[in-house]
């Protein structure tokens, strides 16, 4: 398997613009989250996902959208990017069929630079 | 409010001597917790997680972890710190009536001198 993929690896957008952050998995894992990872702040949860079709927003929601219409993939859209978008991003899943206790897997991140 | 604390922004040890990382939580019902770690320019590695059952947990690489329900601590420890364990390490907690939703601390850092 190849666990959970994330491209591009890093992207410099220029403020306005829009881009897709695209996530993919291969292990038929129903949850699916995006997390942004800033210095001294942790990984925050952006949107989450519980299968195709259902979506929810976590901490941090403004300025991003998602939609899951497969269980493999949860693209991640910034609209109108800014610099306070300028952070690494993580895609992460995992099973839900044992409840609280199923471990969530990372992709490899991408960092992303607004100017 | 839910939350994970990570009291120390960074852990100097040197090699060969044990090591401990602090994190404490604040969660409504039980605690779901996890360890990951994460190297430079890499992404979350799962290291190891309590459930249920013995409060001591052991995961990857030699670590172990210890649940104290009455201190509502998940401290991360290693009998022998190797300089390879030099990283970014991070408590989550996964509250109750969660979807799946993780809650992290800020992280710690660890850095092992020789």
């Known amino acids: 398997n190849a666990g959970v993929t994330q491209t591009p690896k890093f992207q410099v957008l220029k403020t306005g613009q829009s881009m897709t952050l695209q996530c993919a998995q291969d292990?038929?894992?129903?949850?699916m989250s995006w997390y942004r990872q800033d210095p001294g702040m942790g990984l925050r949860l952006i949107h989450y996902?519980?299968?195709?079709?259902?979506?929810d927003q976590g901490e941090v929601p403004n300025g991003y959208n998602v939609s899951r219409s497969t269980t493999e993939d949860f693209p991640l859209r910034l609209l109108s990017a800014a610099p306070s978008q300028t952070s690494v991003y993580f895609c992460?899943?995992?099973?839900?069929?044992?409840?609280?206790?199923?471990?969530?897997?990372f992709g490899p991140g991408t960092r992303l630079l607004v100017l | 409010a839910q939350s994970v604390a990570q009291p120390e922004d960074q852990v100097n040890v040197a090699e060969g001597n044990p090591l401990t990382v602090k994190c404490t939580y604040s969660?409504?019902?039980?605690?779901?917790l996890f360890w990951y770690v994460q190297y430079p320019n890499r992404g979350l590695q799962f290291l190891l997680k309590?459930?249920?059952?013995?409060?001591l947990v052991k995961g990857s690489y030699g670590f172990e972890a210890e649940f104290n329900k009455s201190q509502t601590s998940f401290h991360l420890k290693k009998p022998s710190a190797l300089v390879s364990d030099s990283a970014l390490y991070f408590c989550?907690?996964?509250?109750?009536?969660?979807?799946?939703?993780?809650?992290f601390g800020k992280g710690t850092k660890l850095s092992v001198k020789p």
């Open positions: 992460a899943s995992s099973l839900m069929s044992s409840g609280r206790g199923e471990t969530q897997y």
């Open positions: 292990m038929n894992h129903e949850y």
């Open positions: 996902s519980v299968g195709a079709g259902i979506t």
């Open positions: 969660v409504s019902g039980n605690p779901y």
């Open positions: 309590y459930i249920t059952g013995d409060n």
């Open positions: 989550a907690v996964r509250p109750g009536g969660s979807q799946g939703n993780l809650i």
